[in-house]
């Protein structure tokens, strides 16, 4: 057995009937595993054996069973003929002009003379026309569906058109057959319209680049045939073509695209800059990481398009209340039209009352037509994939709405700390030289000179912030490291030592009063790192990991939206406290191991409800698996990040966690809205119909009207991007 994926592109699949449709088709054909759906996009993804079946032969057989003309997605698309574009459009024009002249001659025959039965004729003939007409694209479909042993809207409407004739109701037929026709048109149109806006938002790369050749001459060159290592000319206010490094040059650039940053940020020589981001004042020439297809926007891009597998639990929900509500209806239909006759028959065989019996299918018809779920169905897909692209665009990707779901419940959500709430690099917070030393600048002088030479984190932002603050740094020679200790170099021909308590105090260069000095400074929160020479200690430097800027903001504006805020780390219950206590946290654990955390997890889940982890995409791995939901900060640079949280904040920023929650429940809420809609029309048409005050127009008009409103709401969450 070969396991294969492909990707079919499938035209007019925008309705839960050729979900159908299709899976009846493939049922039987081989080779055939799992089939998954995106309405939005059009897209059916096929998990099959290779051995046994192939694209071009699950086309074919979805085009002979279901009439769905299916083509590989990322091939060249064959040029679609103008019937194809536009041929729903013209039956459902013709079908209502034929119609409005069939009313016309109904209306005004007789105040015209024209004379009866040459009036009803007329009328009749119109009416027949609109059938016609509207019954061109109808029939075919249902007739493959009866074929497959499909019940759905396309057989319902099938026959609700021919029983209305049968009746003798030729305006209620016609004006069935064409009102299903504009509905069917203006909710391909409403999909289509939602496909180009989710790729307005999300494909944001350019088509070209400019690259830069050996010999100096500059190519305009498709950004698809990029390769690594390539010389590329970024000019000022351009859209940057494929991920790189910056070689030459420095500008602002405007990452809103990606991280939905809205400030530039600066960028220089080494810096990495992202497809899709607009180069601002300055001229960059940069090296690419690949082609545009290896870019982050890239895969945020395919990361959006297969959320649609990650399904809502919700909409699980409805497909599986949708499974039933047909059959349910249609039974109601039949009993409603079939219970007066059946009554009738059995108080008097010989005496039929047709009117009756006419009035009562009449109502079975109406009520045939509300068993069409589709305004359910769709109800769901439609919001999620608006609010999965709305993420998007703010630089938020929600891997699928399962999890865009989740964050809309979560009660609880706890933090990681180093990296996450705090900037996971230390900084110099407090420098303390010794009494002759030399000050606080021959202190970090010599400090940095040590730090430079070495690996150590601590000894690298010792030297980063004395660069920063315009002090010379000299060179160390000898250099020599004492692991998990410190090291020592000679500078200007002395020897100094840079590195704990301990090994200070081991090598004998702390002295007694020095020693109560260190002591102290590690009661405080941070690292102390102590310099000193043969003369005696110079002092002493403590660094600490800062709490990012926005992090108090963020955690203030969960706990308004009413989310319990916890944070877990392995760091030392001080260090834990002191920045619990300001950020205001609700709740701290310190000390753990990744196994505590995931177990802490567990029990603040089980205590307080929904809870979700905040983490670095990296780090903390068992913890932020064990979540309900992942959430990782900065995966424009982290490619760990984009293939394993379920939720990744793409920018260096906490800001857009509150935004995200926000943006969770009003999914929710928006999907609720459509629910509510769809049942509420359906219900009151219902209770209309058995009480006699629907017609089947009436019916028809409500399926459309609910479809339109739900597709029309859900779109409304691509603004909230904006917001």
Known sequence: MTRSR???????????????????????????????????????????????????RMAGRILSHAGLRATLAGAPQPATSWWARRGRIVLTAGSGVALACAL???????????????????????????????????????LRSVRGLRLNIDVLMTLAVIAAACLGDWNEAATVAFLYGLSETLEALSLEHA??????????????????????????????????????LVRAGETIPVDGVIAVGRSSIDEKALTGESVP??????????????????????????????????????????????????????DRFAAFYTPAVLALAILVALAPL??????????????????WGERGLVILVIACPCALVIATPVAVVSGLAAAARRGVLVRGGEYLERVGRLTVMAFDKTGTLTSGRPDVVEVVPTHGSGGKDRL?????????????????????????????????????AVPGLGALGRVETVEYHLGSHRYIDEIGMCGPGFHDQLGQAEESVGSAVAVSAPSGPLGYIRLADQVRPEASRVIAELQALGLRTVMLTGDNARTAAAVAGELGVHEQRAGLSPEDKVKALSEIDAEHGMTGMVGDGVNDAPALAAARVSIAIGGASSGAALESADVILLAEDLGRLPWLVRHGRKVLGRIHQNIAIALVLKGAVLVAAVLGLANLWMAVASDVGASLVVVANALRLLHDSES
């Open 6 to 56: 492909c990707s079919l592109r499938v035209a007019g699949l925008d309705c839960p009937n050729e979900v159908a449709a299709i899976e009846s088709a493939l049922a039987s054909h081989p080779g055939i595993e799992t089939l998954s759906f995106d309405l939005i996009h059009g897209v059916l993804t096929v998990d099959y054996d290779a051995d046994l079946t192939d694209p071009e």
């Open 104 to 142: 016309i001659f109904d209306w005004f025959g007789a105040r015209l003379g024209l004379g009866a039965p040459a009036d009803h004729r007329a009328a009749l003939a119109a009416y027949g026309l609109a059938i016609l007409i509207g019954g061109m694209d109808l029939l075919p479909r249902a």
């Open 195 to 232: 496909r180009r806006t989710v790729r307005a938002l999300l494909d944001v790369a350019p088509s070209r680049a400019e690259r830069l050749n050996p010999d100096g001459s500059i190519a305009e060159v498709p950004a698809s045939t990029i390769a690594r290592g390539d010389r590329l």
């Open 265 to 318: 940020v600066a960028r220089g020589v080494g810096d990495p800059i992202h497809a899709g981001t607009i180069n601002g004042e300055g001229t960059l020439e940069m090296i690419a990481d690949g082609p545009v297809s290896e870019s982050v926007v890239a895969r945020v891009i395919d990361q959006v398009r297969s959320a649609r597998s990650g399904r809502a639990v919700v909409e699980r929900r409805i």
């Open 342 to 359: 059946a009554l009738t028959l059995a108080q008097d065989s010989a005496a039929v009352d047709r009117a009756l019996v006419r009035q």
């Open 444 to 480: 970090l002088s010599i400090a940095a000179a040590l730090g430079d030479r070495g690996g150590h984190v601590l000894g690298k932002a010792i030297a980063r912030h004395a660069r920063d603050l315009r002090i010379s740094v000299p060179v160390a020679d000898d250099y020599r």
